[in-house]
């Protein structure tokens, strides 16, 4: 655990439906349609609301670009909202992965600040299905979150829910050395 302004850090190993927080997010695709990894693992989890949800925001909206985030009701989770975003494919990281990766995050956290989320946890975006080489995508994801936690006076609470040893290693290593 990493105390970052008011708010705190942590990382953890473990599956993130399983999370007893405010607001999980899902590293989605753009027609919020499902699929495999996290999506595939919190649309099992949570039930068939939740997609009913992703339904009818698409029916609205056509797709969702990827870096930003909507949210769903979590359905039989733990935790009260499903926030949705989508990070990038990976193509070589010169066509604005970085910055598409980076507000993924801070859409998602904009948007749980909006909805009065006081803890939220998030996956590794993009580096399952979408390539994003684990140590890059650990940088910019705790460069993001610990940013926008800097600039906050309330009192957040992240978690990092990191599904394999490696992925939970690059993001250990990481923030040991981003956030001395
Ligand atoms: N809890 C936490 N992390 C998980 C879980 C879980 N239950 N299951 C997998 N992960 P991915 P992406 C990890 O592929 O790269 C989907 O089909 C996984 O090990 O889920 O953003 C969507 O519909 C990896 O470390 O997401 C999109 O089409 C991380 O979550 C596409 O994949 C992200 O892997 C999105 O690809």
Do not use: W
């Amino acid at each position: 655990m990493k105390k970052v302004g008011n708010s705190k850090l942590i990382l953890k190993l473990g599956d993130i439906t399983e999370e007893k927080v405010d607001a999980i997010v899902n590293a989605a695709n753009s027609r919020l349609a499902g699929g495999g990894g996290v999506d595939g693992a919190i649309h099992r989890a949570g039930g068939p609301k939740i997609m009913e949800e992703c339904r009818k925001i698409i029916n609205k909206i056509g797709f969702l670009p990827p870096g930003e985030a909507v949210a769903t009701t979590a359905g039989n989770l733990p935790a009260k909202y499903v926030i949705h975003t989508v990070g990038p494919i990976y193509r070589g990281g010169q066509k604005g992965e970085e910055s598409t990766l980076r507000n993924a995050y801070l859409n998602s956290l904009k948007l749980a600040k909006q909805l009065g989320v006081k803890s939220i946890a998030f996956p590794s975006i993009s580096t399952g299905a979408y390539g994003y080489p684990v140590k890059e995508a650990a940088m910019v994801a705790l460069k993001a979150v610990s940013e926008f936690l800097e600039r906050e006076p309330e009192n957040f609470t992240v978690v990092f829910v990191l599904f394999d040893e490696l992925t939970y290693a690059a993001y250990e290593e990481t923030l040991a050395t981003y956030l001395k």
